[in-house]
């Protein structure tokens, strides 16, 4: 074991020790010392098991073994990789579409709640991980589009469908003038602009009182209603069905996500894919090689809003209600812990992820008070660990290994 | 209450809030100077601050020491909430700053962000959801301008925070260790070349960044009598502003910026409906970003990305 | 003449940015008290050299030895502390702090208050100019006091072993000459010199001895005086 490797792990632990202080020693609240140190230790543990996986790598044994063993890996590896992905999507849609036929009602809405997420994870994955652009504020879109849908359908009459063009419409626009002032930005400085631009959109649904009802949140809207003829005895006929149980609203969740997952990988092969890759990777030449920086960068904004207000639209018009409490900086993070905890620039990265992250703390309710404890601090680790998340994007990969390779400091 | 008066009690008003994003925007503006990277936990880290106060203050009033010694008091309260934010501050620097330092921006930002809701979290489950009431130790007592009621208290908190900016400006500016702090700011690699142990240097920042961000929520306890786990949210919005209207990584532009940024909010919430003042920051925020993003007294800041 | 002892040595250093092999095997020894000269077309690896020694840029192979004792592990702050300054391409002072507060950043690891008055004194012995902008910021001098005051901070350290590079660069002739009679000065205090320049004749000339460096490589190593007769030198670096 590796000298400087055990130091800086009993460092880094005693450090995190300190970060989790604060939660043992104020008096008056619940939150005892025991439960803090759990925490701590639980993720000392990880560290160790991180540091002792990484002696073992660097072993002689290790290596030795693992070159014998090699030819046999490698005959497992290429058969299973000669299923091809297609094997694994089909089971996987399977899976998830036979899901509310065994499950019982609150896990419908769980799955319901886990397929919004990935949805706004993989938009939010199109500004972060295709972009390169850290946006914190991306649930304001979502406000926009939830918000988009019960005004329309309040006021007007509008229906589900015909409202999620207009949504879609006004998500991208609020995403251009979100991102029209921030395009020449760097990094951080865009992170907290657009912090601060989630919560003005909070802000003004709050307090415009007239129009959004402020705090007390709109109510009343219509479901999504699909028509279908029927021949009936008299004949012909529209029926109209409105999505009222919780199957519906899964199915037509299941298939949003489905077109969002297409949407999204036809993105990311295309030529525009390609453009933001290059202005993730080195903005001046991007441009010099004649990528229209500015026009890209906010269709990446406007893209990702364009699904968020999706999502958005369905979630007001499921629960028929809305508010602004439920579109604070809080959920911003969670989407965002998604995309980099399941691997930025990742799609399977960030279905993984929204499955973990949404549904274990749903299921495992004692949980749930921690839950964006752990979150926030597995990004700070993870980004130490392992910054290409859990399942990473190959070509994401590759750089971050790169980036090592050119800092022969230290 | 006159015209006069008004002004008098909005006078004070701002210059408090002034110098509280000031201090604020300090710690913003030294760890940015220093590793080009803002901290997002710095809202937390006043939070924090904020809390050890409390905590510290509560004891000492159920000793009975506050009546007894109070100077003493304010110097146990605000040091110790200083010493353990400063403590904070490099444990952070050191779990999400230090092993990223030669990641991509990306990522550091990321981790940073993860602490911040890391800290945010945690304060929530020890501290509870609602506000909590400060300790009031300065009482009611105070003076009159004209119709204006100033109290003690606003005074204090005003002039400390008036010693702490002239201390670390004597500090960055006299001290050796505070010169090389600038060194590493201006030009890493020479500093160390010059045999500056710029860990330390950066340390040191993430020491003092921290603690006066840690004073100013104590201070703001004091001010406004309680104080809630998620309040450095806002804060740390303000302050940033602050920050970035000065020129990012300048001192004397973090205080310019925090004054202006005090004065708009209250000039704003004076005579314009004032659920709207966060609102109103924002756009600042956003207009000086657009339109000068060096800031008022900041250097030419290159335009590179994550 | 007797051979000194070096006082540094490199043994078949080899530096890579990233994939690019910038170094392919430097071996030199400089011996104490001397001024030995680097000269090299751009890009030849002669700055990379000066980096590599300062441990700014990690040689991944070989050894470099200062007074015998191996340096190649250390980080730039430490290299600092053996007893070697720098003073790198393109100056690099401080342009937010007065000259004054950039030499005392240059004795940064001094805590010999009255001798390092005593050395700010020969420092502005040495270039009176500074004298007058001593409240001045740094970013405000012209490209000789810069220049000046990065060879003054270098020397508050007290070095036993001096880095220069490029001292000519960018200035008018008549700063150059002044500039090279300086390093001759200092040198003259006991301070050997390891100068990296374009400006072959100048370096040459106050050269005890010198190296020709191309594409990352030293091809030629030789007497200062010997290198300026060479006929290749010559023709590729003295324009003649």
Redesign the interface.
């Given at each position: 074991m590796a000298k400087s490797d055990v130091k800086k792990f009993i460092?880094?632990s005693l450090?995190?020790g300190?970060?989790?202080?604060?939660?043992?020693?104020?008096?008056g609240?619940?939150?005892e010392a025991a439960r803090?140190f759990t925490i701590w230790g639980g993720i000392v543990g990880i560290l160790a098991i991180w540091l002792l996986n990484k002696t073992i790598r660097h072993s002689d044994m290790y290596l030795r073994t693992s070159a014998h063993l090699a030819p046999f890996r490698n005959t497992v590896l290429r058969k299973f990789s000669k299923l091809p992905t297609r094997h694994y999507i089909l089971l996987l849609l399977i899976v998830v579409g036979s899901f509310p036929l065994l499950a019982n009602n609150y896990m419908i809405d769980v799955g319901i709640t886990c397929l919004i997420y990935i949805v706004l994870g993989l938009g939010l994955n199109i500004v972060?991980g295709l972009a390169?652009?850290?946006d914190?504020g991306y649930i304001a879109f979502y406000a926009v589009g939830a918000y988009s849908y019960s005004l329309l359908n309040l006021h007007f009459g509008i229906s589900f469908w015909l409202s999620l063009p207009i949504g879609i419409v006004i998500g991208a626009i609020c995403g251009c003038i979100i991102g029209y002032?921030?395009l020449?930005?760097?990094?951080?400085?865009?992170?907290?602009?657009t912090?601060?631009?989630g919560?003005?959109i909070r802000?003004?649904l709050?307090?415009w009182d007239k129009l959004t009802k402020g705090p007390n949140g709109l109510l009343g809207m219509s479901k999504p209603e699909v028509v279908y003829p029927a021949f009936s005895k008299g004949g012909f006929e529209w029926v109209v069905y409105s999505l009222n149980s919780l199957h519906a609203l899964y199915y037509l969740m299941f298939i949003i996500a489905i077109l969002t997952v297409i949407g999204v990988r036809r993105l990311d092969n295309s030529r525009i894919g390609r453009a933001w890759v290059a202005i993730?990777e080195d903005?001046v030449a991007a441009e010099l090689s004649g990528v229209p920086t500015t026009w890209l960068k906010l269709l990446a904004y406007a893209m990702g809003a364009a699904f968020a207000s999706v999502v958005g639209a369905f979630f007001a018009a499921k629960l028929s209600y809305t508010n602004p409490n439920f579109f604070i900086?809080?959920e911003s993070?969670i989407v965002?812990?998604i995309v980099?905890l399941g691997g930025?620039g990742s799609i399977p990265g960030v279905i993984l992820a929204g499955i973990i992250l949404i549904a274990v703390p749903e299921v495992f309710r004692e949980l749930q008070?921690?839950r964006?404890?752990a979150?926030?601090?597995?990004?700070?680790?993870?980004?130490?660990l392992r910054?290409e998340g859990l399942i990473p994007a190959t070509r994401r990969k590759q750089e971050?290994h790169?980036?090592d390779?050119?800092?022969?400091?230290? | 209450m006159d015209n006069a008066s008004f002004i008098i009690q909005q006078l004070i008003n701002a210059i408090f809030l002034g110098s509280i994003y000031s201090l604020i925007a300090l710690g913003y503006t030294m760890v940015y100077g220093i590793i080009e990277?803002?901290n997002?936990a710095h809202g937390e880290l006043f939070t924090?601050g904020a809390?050890i106060g409390i905590?510290v203050l509560?004891a000492l009033q159920n000793m009975g020491f506050v009546e007894t010694h109070f100077v003493l008091t304010l110097i146990l309260v605000f040091g110790m909430a200083m010493a353990y934010v400063a403590?904070?501050g490099?444990?952070?620097e050191?779990?999400?700053y230090k092993?990223?330092r030669?990641?991509?921006?990306?990522?550091?930002?990321?981790?940073?962000?993860?602490?911040?809701?890391?800290?945010?979290?945690?304060?929530m489950?020890?501290?509870?959801v609602s506000d909590r009431a400060y300790p009031a130790i300065f009482g009611l007592k105070g003076f009159s301008i004209l119709d204006a009621r100033i109290a003690y208290g606003q005074i204090f908190i005003i002039i400390l925070s008036l010693v702490l900016m002239v201390a670390l400006n004597m500090f960055v500016n006299w001290t050796k260790l505070g010169k090389a702090m600038r060194a590493t700011a201006q030009n890493q690699t020479m500093a160390r070349m010059l045999g500056i142990d710029i860990d330390r240097t950066i340390r040191v920042t993430f020491m003092i960044g921290p603690a006066l961000g840690a004073a100013a929520g104590v201070m703001v306890g004091m001010y406004y009598g309680s104080v809630r786990f998620d309040m450095g949210?806002i804060y740390m919005?303000k302050a940033?502003?602050a920050a970035?209207l000065g020129g990012i990584g300048s001192i004397p532009g973090a205080v310019l910026g925090g004054i202006i940024i005090g004065g708009v909010e209250v000039l704003w919430s004076a005579f314009l409906p004032s659920?709207?003042k966060?609102?109103t920051t924002?756009?600042v925020?956003?207009l000086v970003?657009?339109l000068r993003?060096s800031g008022i007294l900041g250097e030419h800041?290159?335009?590179?990305?994550? | 003449m007797t051979v000194k002892e070096p006082i540094l040595e490199l043994k078949d250093v080899h530096?890579?940015?990233?994939?690019i092999h910038a170094l392919k095997g430097i071996s030199c020894a400089i011996p104490s008290g001397d001024i030995a000269c680097l000269i090299g077309a751009n890009g030849a690896g002669k700055s990379t050299t000066l980096l590599t020694i300062f441990g700014?840029?990690?040689a991944?192979r070989g050894e470099i030895l200062f007074k015998g004792y191996p340096i190649h592990h250390l980080?730039p702050e430490q290299v600092a502390a053996k007893g070697i300054s720098q003073t790198p391409e393109g100056r690099q002072i401080f342009p937010r702090m007065t000259t004054l507060e950039n030499l005392e950043m240059g004795a940064y690891l001094r805590n010999d208050k009255a001798e390092v008055a005593d050395d700010m004194e020969w420092v502005f012995d040495l270039f009176p100019v500074l004298k007058d902008r001593t409240r001045q910021l740094g970013g405000t001098l012209s490209g000789g006091e810069q220049q000046m005051l990065a060879i003054g901070r270098a020397l508050m350290s007290r070095p036993e072993l001096l880095l220069l590079d490029e001292p000519s660069l960018g200035l008018a002739p008549k700063l150059v000459e002044k500039i090279f009679e300086t390093i001759l000065e200092i040198n003259k205090m006991g301070v050997t010199i390891f100068l990296v320049e374009q400006n072959a004749h100048m370096a040459l000339s106050i050269s005890n001895s010198g190296y020709v460096m191309e594409t990352g490589r030293i091809v030629l190593t030789d007497r200062a005086a010997r290198l300026l007769e060479n006929e290749k030198v010559k023709k590729a670096y003295l324009g003649e």
């Amino acid at each position: 074991m590796a000298k400087s490797d055990v130091k800086k792990f009993i460092i880094y632990s005693l450090f995190l020790g300190i970060l989790i202080l604060p939660m043992v020693g104020f008096p008056g609240r619940s939150f005892e010392a025991a439960r803090a140190f759990t925490i701590w230790g639980g993720i000392v543990g990880i560290l160790a098991i991180w540091l002792l996986n990484k002696t073992i790598r660097h072993s002689d044994m290790y290596l030795r073994t693992s070159a014998h063993l090699a030819p046999f890996r490698n005959t497992v590896l290429r058969k299973f990789s000669k299923l091809p992905t297609r094997h694994y999507i089909l089971l996987l849609l399977i899976v998830v579409g036979s899901f509310p036929l065994l499950a019982n009602n609150y896990m419908i809405d769980v799955g319901i709640t886990c397929l919004i997420y990935i949805v706004l994870g993989l938009g939010l994955n199109i500004v972060v991980g295709l972009a390169g652009l850290l946006d914190l504020g991306y649930i304001a879109f979502y406000a926009v589009g939830a918000y988009s849908y019960s005004l329309l359908n309040l006021h007007f009459g509008i229906s589900f469908w015909l409202s999620l063009p207009i949504g879609i419409v006004i998500g991208a626009i609020c995403g251009c003038i979100i991102g029209y002032p921030t395009l020449r930005m760097r990094g951080d400085y865009l992170a907290i602009v657009t912090m601060g631009f989630g919560e003005i959109i909070r802000l003004v649904l709050n307090n415009w009182d007239k129009l959004t009802k402020g705090p007390n949140g709109l109510l009343g809207m219509s479901k999504p209603e699909v028509v279908y003829p029927a021949f009936s005895k008299g004949g012909f006929e529209w029926v109209v069905y409105s999505l009222n149980s919780l199957h519906a609203l899964y199915y037509l969740m299941f298939i949003i996500a489905i077109l969002t997952v297409i949407g999204v990988r036809r993105l990311d092969n295309s030529r525009i894919g390609r453009a933001w890759v290059a202005i993730r990777e080195d903005e001046v030449a991007a441009e010099l090689s004649g990528v229209p920086t500015t026009w890209l960068k906010l269709l990446a904004y406007a893209m990702g809003a364009a699904f968020a207000s999706v999502v958005g639209a369905f979630f007001a018009a499921k629960l028929s209600y809305t508010n602004p409490n439920f579109f604070i900086f809080m959920e911003s993070c969670i989407v965002l812990c998604i995309v980099v905890l399941g691997g930025v620039g990742s799609i399977p990265g960030v279905i993984l992820a929204g499955i973990i992250l949404i549904a274990v703390p749903e299921v495992f309710r004692e949980l749930q008070d921690y839950r964006m404890l752990a979150f926030g601090l597995a990004m700070a680790v993870m980004m130490v660990l392992r910054p290409e998340g859990l399942i990473p994007a190959t070509r994401r990969k590759q750089e971050l290994h790169e980036a090592d390779q050119s800092s022969p400091e230290d | 209450m006159d015209n006069a008066s008004f002004i008098i009690q909005q006078l004070i008003n701002a210059i408090f809030l002034g110098s509280i994003y000031s201090l604020i925007a300090l710690g913003y503006t030294m760890v940015y100077g220093i590793i080009e990277l803002i901290n997002f936990a710095h809202g937390e880290l006043f939070t924090a601050g904020a809390f050890i106060g409390i905590i510290v203050l509560a004891a000492l009033q159920n000793m009975g020491f506050v009546e007894t010694h109070f100077v003493l008091t304010l110097i146990l309260v605000f040091g110790m909430a200083m010493a353990y934010v400063a403590v904070l501050g490099v444990a952070i620097e050191h779990v999400a700053y230090k092993p990223l330092r030669k990641a991509s921006r990306l990522a550091a930002i990321l981790s940073a962000l993860g602490m911040s809701i890391f800290l945010s979290n945690g304060m929530m489950l020890s501290q509870g959801v609602s506000d909590r009431a400060y300790p009031a130790i300065f009482g009611l007592k105070g003076f009159s301008i004209l119709d204006a009621r100033i109290a003690y208290g606003q005074i204090f908190i005003i002039i400390l925070s008036l010693v702490l900016m002239v201390a670390l400006n004597m500090f960055v500016n006299w001290t050796k260790l505070g010169k090389a702090m600038r060194a590493t700011a201006q030009n890493q690699t020479m500093a160390r070349m010059l045999g500056i142990d710029i860990d330390r240097t950066i340390r040191v920042t993430f020491m003092i960044g921290p603690a006066l961000g840690a004073a100013a929520g104590v201070m703001v306890g004091m001010y406004y009598g309680s104080v809630r786990f998620d309040m450095g949210f806002i804060y740390m919005i303000k302050a940033f502003a602050a920050a970035i209207l000065g020129g990012i990584g300048s001192i004397p532009g973090a205080v310019l910026g925090g004054i202006i940024i005090g004065g708009v909010e209250v000039l704003w919430s004076a005579f314009l409906p004032s659920e709207w003042k966060d609102v109103t920051t924002f756009v600042v925020l956003i207009l000086v970003l657009y339109l000068r993003p060096s800031g008022i007294l900041g250097e030419h800041v290159s335009e590179s990305r994550v | 003449m007797t051979v000194k002892e070096p006082i540094l040595e490199l043994k078949d250093v080899h530096t890579y940015y990233g994939n690019i092999h910038a170094l392919k095997g430097i071996s030199c020894a400089i011996p104490s008290g001397d001024i030995a000269c680097l000269i090299g077309a751009n890009g030849a690896g002669k700055s990379t050299t000066l980096l590599t020694i300062f441990g700014v840029q990690r040689a991944k192979r070989g050894e470099i030895l200062f007074k015998g004792y191996p340096i190649h592990h250390l980080r730039p702050e430490q290299v600092a502390a053996k007893g070697i300054s720098q003073t790198p391409e393109g100056r690099q002072i401080f342009p937010r702090m007065t000259t004054l507060e950039n030499l005392e950043m240059g004795a940064y690891l001094r805590n010999d208050k009255a001798e390092v008055a005593d050395d700010m004194e020969w420092v502005f012995d040495l270039f009176p100019v500074l004298k007058d902008r001593t409240r001045q910021l740094g970013g405000t001098l012209s490209g000789g006091e810069q220049q000046m005051l990065a060879i003054g901070r270098a020397l508050m350290s007290r070095p036993e072993l001096l880095l220069l590079d490029e001292p000519s660069l960018g200035l008018a002739p008549k700063l150059v000459e002044k500039i090279f009679e300086t390093i001759l000065e200092i040198n003259k205090m006991g301070v050997t010199i390891f100068l990296v320049e374009q400006n072959a004749h100048m370096a040459l000339s106050i050269s005890n001895s010198g190296y020709v460096m191309e594409t990352g490589r030293i091809v030629l190593t030789d007497r200062a005086a010997r290198l300026l007769e060479n006929e290749k030198v010559k023709k590729a670096y003295l324009g003649e």
